[in-house]
């Protein structure tokens, strides 16, 4: 048995999900299966438990139970409601196996309650890796950055979203205890679902930038190469909900070819079959548009003004002849770094004025 694989529990809060599912995605069924082979493809899954009130989940218990999860039941109705009793009892149960099952090196969380980002914390503290899983309309906007991956059931292959009106027609037909449920407590701010818009070609605008600034923060912390796999855990650091299936790739190493053929990133053999080294291009066209285009305003603005003009406000003159102009898309952390980097090139010149308190710029053999 392979020793290096991840060992995983899962742990379900089922009435937020199937409730979410049914009232969010017009009244689309629960399944397992699309989230099972998300996780198989993560590492092996080891203990599965719903946590619910079964009494009011009858149709789901036999796929659940084909799926080999362990049903704990948690009566709603004994006296008085205890909405809060699954919640409990999944967050002892999860921090008693994390003592018990020290083999178990990821837990995955299925809610979109934040009450649970105290037990993702503690997970975490406890040196766990945390997979959160929600509906994005019903999932508190707390918990995904709380989690070292966020993945929203939506958006799972094999997941089918059903025709609005036809699924009304069916909920209309429904009946008896099990399409009642107890109210959950009042949605949380919801998470936004839809990437944000994108191009012709479905691509996200932003993607290159991720990429370089994320890419450009690994080599100066790390001041080694940086793996593909590095770079993706990284990413998904930043956000947890990051999937490159959110721009049409079917692999992250096919997103990182894209970025590759658009002189983005380059890609080099790694030590590992499979897990190239990413970096930067020697210079790419863009990059050297970006220095040209500093050169020429901070030439335009010394001869307008007499004198060479200040680092603060250069940006904004930058981005009034380009306006998509940032420093980041091509791997710099800050504004000033792009200019010491472009005075490094001997495109502009830099000097510290005292009676500007700033940085004043000029271009090389030209008097300030």
């Avoid at 009244?27 to 899954?45: I, Q, S, W």
């Avoid at 406890?126 to 950055?145: K, Q």
């Avoid at 796999?229 to 990413?235: P, Q, V």
């Amino acid at each position: 048995m392979t020793t290096d694989e991840e060992r995983i529990a899962l742990f379900l809060d089922y009435e937020n999900l199937a409730i979410g599912a049914r009232e969010d995605l017009s009244g689309l069924r629960f399944d397992l299966k699309p989230l099972a082979d998300a996780l198989a493809e993560r590492g092996r899954v080891v203990v599965r438990r719903a946590y619910a009130d079964w009494s009011y989940f009858e149709e789901d218990r036999r796929m659940l139970t084909q799926q080999q999860v362990e049903l704990i039941e948690i009566p709603q109705r004994m006296g008085a409601v205890r909405k809060n009793a699954a919640d409990i009892k999944l967050a002892v149960d999860a921090i008693e196996l994390c003592f018990e099952r020290d083999y178990i090196t990821t837990y995955v969380i299925g809610t979109g309650d934040s009450d649970f980002t105290p037990l993702v914390g503690k997970l975490r503290e406890l040196n766990r890796r945390v997979i959160g899983v929600g509906l994005a309309a019903s999932t508190s906007s707390l918990l995904p950055p709380a989690c070292d991956e966020f993945l929203f059931y939506e958006r799972l292959e094999g997941v089918n979203l059903p025709d609005p009106e036809t699924v009304t027609k069916q909920a209309g037909r429904r009946s008896g205890r099990g399409t009642h449920v107890v109210k959950p407590a009042p949605k949380p701010a919801p998470v936004r679902l839809d990437p944000p818009e994108r191009d012709g070609k479905g691509e996200e605008p932003d993607l290159p930038r991720l990429v370089t600034q994320t890419l450009s923060g690994l080599q100066r912390s790390s001041g080694g190469a940086v793996l593909a796999s590095t770079l993706k855990r990284a990413l998904l650091r930043k956000d947890p909900t990051f999937s490159e299936a959110d721009y049409g790739f079917r692999a992250f190493g096919e997103l990182l070819r894209h970025l590759e053929q658009q002189r983005v990133i380059e890609l080099s053999a790694g030590s590992a079959k499979g897990d190239p080294e990413v970096g930067f291009p020697e210079e790419s066209r863009s990059e050297e548009d970006a220095f040209e285009l500093l050169r020429s305003v901070v030439a335009d603005l010394q001869r307008s003004q007499g004198t060479g003009p200040s680092l603060s406000g250069l940006k904004n003159e930058l981005r009034k002849r380009r306006p998509s102009f940032s420093e980041k898309q091509f791997g710099f952390g800050a504004f000033l770094q792009f200019c010491k980097a472009a005075r490094a090139r001997g495109m502009v010149t830099m000097r510290w004025s005292d009676e500007a308190d700033d940085y004043v710029l000029g271009v090389p053999d030209t008097p300030q």
